[in-house]
């Protein structure tokens, strides 16, 4: 079946939570969305059969389902199937943002909130392994934890009005003299208030990975805090520690998708507020997850420590 969807990868992601369930093959159309990042995750799930960057708009996405009726509370996925479309466009942000269960989505199918995503070749686990090789250090030789850091970009820091690069500057001197271990910054070329971070001393891995290079570094980091984005939904497809900020607008999609179990533990999130009182539910938020299924260890062994 012939899909087209949004350009994010978490956008995508919480469809694929439920399609993956639906029993069939699929062929993916995605909004024409810089910076073109989705289709390089698709290639790793599963059950699709071809993807491509398609001549739409999100806008494009909802409109169709307005028109179509596609936003009609408790619709089915074979009610949908049962229209016929050639090309079905389809979305579940509308859902999310009112702050309905992720699971309340297309409730004919089963909610997979850790779909299958396939593993790293190993020329890509050579590339991440070698990532920090110019500076002369090795993952083992780094002290835990690690601690994955995403600031995103000067846009969507003014769009989305979060902190400016001297308060993130505050706030990892903080949380690193407090935790120790290491700081890991995170992002794609695009991302260079992170990069700007970098100047710090903090290890940077902007815009030296692909997909399937951060989600092997996403594997190997015991925390991680930022912007919120595909990186963060991603790593709770792989049952990680997670924390993310949100802007007020975005209150109902902050839980509405979250694995149930990770909202009791390892799940975190705040609105955009100042550093300090940020950083009181970061640390609720370390407290809950080292209370879960996970033991706290400061081993340089990659498994002693989630």
Not at 23 to 28: A, H, M, R, T, Y
Not at 58 to 77: C, E, H, I, M, R
Not at 256 to 280: C, F, I, K, Q
């Amino acid at each position: 079946m012939l899909i087209g969807t949004p350009s994010g990868i978490g956008d995508f992601s919480w469809i694929w939570s439920k399609l993956v369930n639906a029993g069939e093959d699929f062929q993916v159309d995605l909004a024409d969305g810089w910076p073109h990042r989705t289709r390089p995750f698709l290639e790793l799930l599963p059950r699709i059969t071809e993807s491509r960057y398609a001549e739409f708009q999100y806008n494009d996405v909802l409109s169709f389902a307005t028109v179509q009726g596609l936003n009609k509370p408790g619709l089915t996925w074979e009610e949908i199937r049962a229209k016929g479309f050639g090309r079905t466009l389809i979305e579940c942000n509308r859902h999310l943002e009112q702050g309905k269960r992720l699971e309340d989505w297309l409730p004919d199918l089963e909610t997979d909130f850790h779909y299958e995503i396939k593993g790293p070749t190993d020329r890509e686990l050579a590339h991440v392994d070698s990532i920090f090789e110019d500076k002369g250090l090795l993952w083992e030789d780094l002290p835990r934890p690690f601690i994955g850091i995403s600031a995103a970009s000067y846009r969507g820091s003014e769009a989305w009005s979060t902190w400016d690069e001297d308060e993130w500057i505050g706030f990892l001197r903080g949380l690193q003299s407090d935790l120790g271990g290491t700081i890991i910054l995170l992002g794609g070329f695009w991302d260079d208030l992170t990069h700007v971070i970098s100047k710090e001393g903090y290890l940077d891995c902007v815009g030296k990975t692909k997909v399937s290079h951060l989600l092997e570094i996403q594997k190997r980091l015991d925390y991680f805090i930022g912007f919120s984005s595909g990186m963060g939904i991603l790593r709770t497809v792989l049952r990680l520690p997670t924390f993310m900020m949100f802007p007020d607008h975005l209150s109902g999609l902050a839980t509405a998708w979250t694995p149930p179990e990770m909202l009791e533990n390892t799940y975190g999130w705040s609105h955009w507020l100042r550093p300090d009182r940020v950083r009181v539910l970061i640390d609720q938020w370390l407290d809950r997850c080292l209370r879960g299924n996970r033991e706290y260890s400061q081993s340089n062994s990659f498994s002693a420590a989630y």
